[in-house]
């Protein structure tokens, strides 16, 4: 399974951007998709997930301000980013995990998003 992450760049404080996460294959057996980022120096955290029922699970800091979405007839998760600010600046990257006996974890290659104050 190949992760392509688009999307990413530079934007002011306050700006809006849209990644999107592209499935080489089906996304329907994907019990969870997801964003995460590291920013430089730091650890990867948890941005937000969508269950494959719609459930969604978002970090405190963008509560609010970022959505989630998965659209399972185009293979592609979706996080919109609304009201930026320069503490979003991070590599975000996908995420999609097939659970059963044997879980599969996959990873996309990440895109950067820069927010300038």
């Known amino acids: 399974v190949q992760l392509q992450a688009s999307g990413g760049g530079l934007v002011q404080a306050g700006g809006s951007l849209r990644l999107s996460c592209a499935a080489s294959e089906s996304i329907f057996s994907f019990n969870v998709m997801g964003w995460y980022r590291q920013a430089p120096g730091m650890q990867r955290d948890l941005v937000a997930t969508?269950?494959?029922?719609?459930?969604?699970n978002y970090a405190d800091s963008v509560k609010g301000r970022f959505t989630i979405s998965r659209d399972n007839a185009k293979n592609t998760v979706s996080l919109q980013m609304n009201s930026l600010k320069p503490e979003d600046t991070a590599v975000y990257y996908c995420n999609a995990v097939r659970l059963g006996p044997h879980p599969n974890i996959y990873w996309g290659q990440g895109t950067l998003v820069t927010v300038s104050s």
């Open positions: 969508i269950t494959s029922s719609g459930n969604t």
